[in-house]
């Protein structure tokens, strides 16, 4: 199915051609034509999706077609996202997408200058892209206005509400008009995204196209047993000895993540951390080397890594097993994006079966623990009823050359 056939028109058709995009994807089929048709969304969608483009396009479409003299710092269309680095990707699909229409669209998020923001808003914009926080700021300086939004975008908004935003973005919404389009974006449903897009949404469509709470289908799911000190170790062998060279791994907190990077950095492997800590520039310099192939391992934390789109990427590590077991979905969806294969390994030491027992539970799918020769657990793994471990003597899966 081609997407003109969504009913958008041929500007955009040309830019997602330019891209290689041959087909929409689900959420895209699904989304578009309801958003053209101005209409409300809640949307169950992972990264990975193509929830971006299921957003972006329908929504430049909109502005494009009722286009208008901007004012002096308003924005027309408003997409916040939990973290910096999704609003810088958003931002440039909505640049990349809309290059043929004439729109002028902008990112804000923290740790970065305030000067150059408020230059890029102040003669309006079609489209904003901003993180909570720094968009705040904005409206205290007065520097933005947002009385004249026809259409609000809350991307991954499960993740925001984790994050602590909630009152923040009330803050933000209460500044928008009553009457405009509100488009809802989270890969968990739980009970608080209800709340919330029962107060923000006027009967939205509904759409949902991976199952609730489950891991797309097309991502391999291995566990490990090893002891925590040997993790960093049984980690640098698998990357050496299958040649993988280009792996995300996670880690729980940012000096662990830090610690990480250095030791695989010692070991041979070319290594970097991101985390909360780093500078933008760093965090964007670390990104942009591991996409090119120069970093082998980028060890991140889930705050960090959220919404990083790093195309086809093989492989995801858990280092360490995530506190909350929806973070272990969002994690592994880094990899197998868009219908591409991935595969995701979990190193679980002994006091961490109820925290893989608690993500099993969530993805409704049995991880059992292998545990490899050399590498066995000191403290012998709880097995669980009538499932013991699986025997010493099984390798990981060997990998080719990628
Ligand atoms: P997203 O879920 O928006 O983060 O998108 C995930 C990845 O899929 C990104 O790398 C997009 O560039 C890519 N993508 C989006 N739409 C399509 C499509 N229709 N066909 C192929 N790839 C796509």
Known sequence: MPFATLGLRAELCRAVAARGYANPTPIQQQAVPVILAGQDVLAAAQTGTGKTAGFALPLLQRLAESSRPLRPRSVRALILTPTRELAAQVSASVADYGRELRLKSAVVFGGVGFNPQVTALARGLDVLTATPGRLLDHLQQGTVALDAVEILV??????MLDMGFIRDIRRIV???????????????????IRALAAQFLRDPAQIDVAPRNTTAARIAQ????????????????????????QVLVFARTKHGANRL???????????????????????????????????RVLVATDIAARGLDIHQLPLVVNHDLPQVPADYVHRIGRTGRAGHDGRAISLVAPDEMDLLQGIERLIKQRLAPQVLPGYEPSAATPARSGEPARAPGRGPRRQGRR
């Open 222 to 245: 291995e566990a490990y047993a090893v002891d925590h000190g040997r993790k960093r170790e049984l980690l640098s062998w698998m990357v050496g000895s299958n040649n993988w060279r």
């Open 174 to 192: 209460e500044r928008l008009p009553k009457a405009r389009q509100t488009l809802l974006f989270s890969a968990t449903f739980t009970a608080d």
């Open 154 to 159: 809350l991307d991954e908004a499960d993740r």
């Open 261 to 295: 990077a250095e030791q695989l950095q010692k070991d041979g492997l070319e290594s970097a951390a991101i985390h909360g800590n780093k500078s933008q520039g760093a965090r964007t310099r670390a990104l942009a080397a591991f996409k090119s192939g120069e970093l």
